[in-house]
């Protein structure tokens, strides 16, 4: 097959299209979760985190019980759950009027644990990947080579990478759980590990506000599900077609 | 032939460096040294019998890793029937001192030290705060 330039890079950019989740529905690959028995999803009522300003006890415990370093160039800096602000965190839904309620205010994020999600279709080793049982988007830090591929596709910017060896960044080790080398990606895991124990994630027990609300979207009856039913959310870049497993009251 | 004294004189001089880590054990009398491991206080039986643990403890920890980090599959029953959480730091360091048993054997047989504690942590020595 001959390709001119022009058609050679039109089919480029449809590749790189498709990696970036910009298609509406990603088809095949390996981001499909259409047999997960459960999605475990996460609700973050923006209004009770605003209620008490300057509060940051799911982060530090998230970080606290994942050994996430504490770097603070913003160029090297590890983060699985952080403040952003809401203008950024919604960028695309904005109307002078929600500008105006939100105040551009810091709003938590995290990995989206998306449906289709495009970390997963770029990932070369099978590092990453939709876990079939529970929808988790994990990490397996044994295979990941540090090709960054997945921070590239990620729309949300919610992987980092270890620039450093992170060991001496860390205050306070925990042993139970690992701590990464430098060479490789990390995010948030929903804290599968804690899952396993039949406990909630980290920052959603931390929450003085009760303003995270986790659990099964797939069951019908959970405080999640009715939560959603009973509330109006949004989700971040929506557009994308990765649909997030992150919902904003805001 | 003339230099038939040089000949067997450099022969058995060789011979005599080649054997000599042999003459110095029979001289001093010193039977082959097994590691010096210390055992766990609080428990006798591991999860694999001994022989098989020394033969094949690393396949074991890679099946483990695959089981809980890609399977969601967290306990592993014992030969005896015993049920135990597969996790390095957890279940098999909370019996074995890391340095006085891990670190001991595979310094004694030569083995460098897998990159699992690249990342795993010592809790001993995290409890310190060291590295």
């Known amino acids: 097959m001959q390709l001119s330039g022009g058609s050679l890079l039109a089919l480029l950019g449809r590749e790189a299209a498709t990696a970036l989740g910009s298609s509406p529905r990603p088809d095949g690959g390996q981001g499909q979760a259409a047999s997960a028995a459960r999605q475990y999803a996460m609700v973050i009522d923006s209004r009770k985190c605003r209620q008490r300003p300057g509060c940051t006890k799911c982060l530090d415990a998230c970080h ?11 160029g090297r800096k590890v983060d699985w759950i952080w403040e952003a ?50 929808g988790i988007v994990m990490m397996d830090w044994h295979r990941c080579i540090g090709c960054k591929y ?64 986790f ?10 599900s009715k939560l959603l039913r009973a509330r109006d959310t949004i989700r971040r870049k929506p557009e994308l077609g990765t649909q997030p497993n992150v919902f904003y009251i805001v | 032939m003339r230099d038939r004294v040089w000949i067997l004189a450099g022969l058995a001089v060789f011979v005599a460096v080649i054997t000599l880590p042999a003459w110095t054990r029979l001289a001093t ?48 029953k014992a030969y005896d029937g015993k049920v135990y959480n597969m996790s390095l ?9 890391k340095t006085e048993f891990c670190d001991r054997c595979h310094s004694y047989a030569g083995v460098s030290m897998p990159s699992c504690w690249d990342c795993h942590l010592d809790p001993r020595l995290a409890a310190g705060g060291a590295k």
């Open chain 2, 29 to 76: 009398l010193r039977q082959s040294r097994s590691p010096d491991l210390v055992l766990p206080a609080n428990q006798k039986d591991c999860v694999l019998p001994a022989s098989q643990m020394r033969a094949t403890h690393m396949k074991l920890l890679l099946q483990w890793r695959d089981d809980v980090v890609r399977k969601d599959v967290h306990t592993f």
């Open chain 2, 89 to 97: 730091t957890s279940t098999c360091l909370s019996c074995h001192n």
């Open chain 1, 215 to 224: 659990g099964d979207i797939t069951d019908f009856h959970s405080e999640i």
């Open chain 1, 85 to 134: 602000p809401a203008q950024d965190v919604f960028s695309g839904q904005q109307s002078p009027y929600i500008q105006i309620t939100l105040k551009n205010e810091p709003v938590p994020v995290l990995c989206n644990h998306c449906e289709y999600p495009p970390c997963v279709r770029v990932c070369p080793t099978g590092a990453t990947w939709k876990r079939e049982t529970d």
């Open chain 1, 150 to 213: 997945c921070i590239v596709a990620c729309p949300y910017g919610a992987r980092s990478f270890n620039f450093l060896d992170p060991r001496p960044y860390i205050k306070h080790l925990n042993a139970e759980f690992p701590t990464r080398r430098e060479g490789v990606v990390e995010k948030c895991n929903f804290c599968a590990e804690r899952l396993a124990e039949g406990k909630l994630p980290a920052c959603v027990e931390a929450c003085p506000e009760n303003a995270m609300i």
């Open chain 1, 64 to 74: 606290q019980a994942h050994n996430v370093p504490y770097i603070e160039d913003p």
